[in-house]
């Protein structure tokens, strides 16, 4: 008997498929392996089912995206997860995971969590820099509730992945979302400030029928390597595509060019200095890694 279903934890060679609300555990045929295709956590396959438990996966359906750390297939969207306090917030980072995210062309929420450790000053200037930007956002706070019904309406019907630093609270928000997840949590490390990591595989949770969420522990690192010349980061600063065709040269870079209206939306307050400033560091750190 064939069935549809979607992978949700991948443990060397064996694959658990999740197929009309019941757990598969699944080998891959040997044709996988001819082809140089390996199945990947979130990849909607079909399978042959030998018993109640065992089948074989017949046939990996084509992917709406993938990503290679972690590695995961069919990303519905990113909720990225950040806190303002404990950790505090690295903007450049934070910059850095957008970027990323804009390559692989997949929506991205952005979810600050633990907002009831953050001071009014803090919230009022992470406003100012990201309602200039098209990334939706949301507060939240794990431990008294705030802003949870919001980001559950965002699970619904889709497959998510949560992706942020260590210690920002993304194992206590999937505890929130289902019992089952049982996500470790861990505490703030006092000597670096910075989270202790507690996601240890890719794993895919099932929300509903149609809901799914990735646990990804691959998401605290960030990887800009498929960045070849540094004049490709401005295509991922989606807050300058409202300018940029006004600029006076085509191939403007939006540093050191006259007559460049990026650079004007800047002093106009209509983009974010700060984020402004993120895309010069950025660029400059890699061309400074591409020149050696």
């Known amino acids: 008997m064939n069935k549809i279903g979607i992978i949700t934890k991948s443990q060397k060679e064996l694959y658990f498929v999740v197929a009309e ?39 990996v359906f084509d992917r709406k995206n993938f990503l ?13 997860v950040s806190s303002l306090a404990s950790p505090k917030l690295n903007y450049t980072i934070l910059d850095k995971y957008l970027l990323m995210l804009e390559h692989f062309s997949i929506d991205v929420k952005i979810i600050i969590n633990k907002i009831e450790l953050a001071s009014q000053e803090k919230i009022d200037k992470f406003k100012d820099i990201y309602e200039k930007t098209p990334y939706d956002f949301y507060f939240t706070s794990a431990s008294d509730g705030q802003g949870i019904k919001e980001v559950e309406e965002l699970l619904k019907n889709k497959i998510s992945a949560f992706a942020g630093p260590s210690g920002v609270g993304k194992s206590s928000l999937l505890n929130l979302f289902s019992e089952d997840f049982n996500a470790e949590t861990g505490n703030i490390s006092k000597k670096t400030l910075r989270g202790k990591h507690t996601t240890r595989h890719v794993e895919l949770f099932q929300l509903d029928s149609n809901s799914f969420i990735f646990d ?24 300058f595509d409202e300018f940029k065709n006004s600029c006076k040269f085509s191939d403007c870079s939006h540093i050191n060019e006259p007559s460049c209206a990026v650079k004007k939306a800047v ?20 061309q400074d890694k591409r020149r050696y």
């Open 68 to 80: 290679i750390r972690p590695s995961i297939a069919n990303i519905d969207q990113i909720l990225l």
């Open 216 to 239: 990804t522990p691959g998401f605290t690192a960030i990887d800009l390597s498929f960045i070849e010349d540094y004049k490709e980061v401005k295509e991922y600063f989606r807050d």
């Open 267 to 286: 002093e106009d307050n209509l983009i974010s200095r700060n984020r402004y400033e993120n895309y010069i560091y950025i660029s400059k750190e890699i």
């Open 21 to 59: 609300d019941k757990e598969y555990k699944c080998k891959a045929r040997g044709v996988f392996r001819d082809k140089n295709i390996k199945p990947l956590v979130g990849d909607k396959v079909k399978i042959q089912v030998l018993d109640d438990d065992n089948a074989y996966i017949e046939e």
